[in-house]
T-cell receptor, first 114, second 115 residues
Framework: KQEVTQIPAALSVPEGENLVLNCSFT??????LQWFRQDPGKGLTSLLL?????REQTSGRLNASLDKSSGRSTLYIAASQPGDSATYLC?????????????FGAGTRLAVHP | EAGVAQSPRYKIIEKRQSVAFWCNPI?????LYWYQQILGQGPKLLIQ????????DSQLPKDRFSAERLKGVDSTLKIQPAKLEDSAVYLC?????????????FGEGSRLTVL
């Protein structure tokens, strides 16, 4: 059974720091991995999607890497800003067990203070 | 392009009462999902529709939860009777393509509090 774990559960940093959020998954048989952002009281906004054949994806100050064989992904946020404060969720699409089914981690709650 | 619409945004009920949530997916999206997100946890899939057929409902508590997607567009999720542990945010999502696993687009969710 696929399980997704995110470390740390919460993180508080001063503005300007570079951050690394970690995601691990137990079964490497995945189509892809997706990082989401969730603001309080809001739905999920997709940040980056990495296909299983890819090693990384970049969007602005965000860079996500994928090491499928070791079951790990990292989300790197450069030069963090207070507007980055949110919960970041990692989700994998397993190859078996249901089409286009996402398995989520519990998230990392990020607070960036001025 | 309009996003996934959900209503109501907030609902407070007492245990043993019933509640219904509505979702309108992005136009043209064939696949629709209902997720349950309990506070402090990641979302968990309850049910997945492909057009108006159920693809996966293995984690739907069928003794109290039901969902339908009439005409392959809008969907309704119902809980009857509600329990305290049903307090959560119910997220609806849709995706456009069945040929390859693609991105899901989420609505803002319906927050349920059961007292």
């Amino acid at each position: 059974k696929q399980e997704v774990t995110q470390i740390p559960a919460a993180l508080s940093v001063p503005e300007g720091e570079n951050l690394v959020l970690n995601c691990s998954f137990t079964d490497s048989a995945i189509y892809n991995l997706q990082w989401f952002r969730q603001d309080p009281g809001k739905g999920l906004t997709s940040l980056l999607l990495i296909q299983s054949s890819q090693r990384e994806q970049t969007s602005g100050r965000l860079n996500a890497s994928l090491d499928k064989s070791s079951g790990r992904s990292t989300l790197y946020i450069a030069a963090s800003q207070p507007g980055d404060s949110a919960t970041y969720l990692c989700a994998v699409r397993p190859i078996s067990g249901g089409y286009n089914k996402l398995i989520f981690g519990a998230g990392t709650r990020l607070a960036v203070h001025p | 392009e309009a996003g996934v619409a959900q209503s109501p945004r907030y609902k407070i009920i007492e245990k043993r009462q019933s509640v219904a949530f509505w979702c309108n997916p992005i136009s043209g999206h064939a696949t629709l999902y209902w997720y349950q997100q309990i506070l402090g946890q990641g979302p968990k899939l309850l049910i997945q529709f492909q057009n108006n057929g159920v693809v996966d409902d293995s984690q739907l508590p069928k003794d109290r939860f039901s969902a339908e997607r009439l005409k392959g567009v809008d969907s309704t999720l119902k809980i009857q009777p509600a329990k305290l542990e049903d307090s959560a945010v119910y997220l609806c999502a849709s995706s456009p393509d069945r040929q390859t696993p693609g991105e899901l687009f989420f609505g803002e969710g319906s927050r349920l509090t059961v007292l």
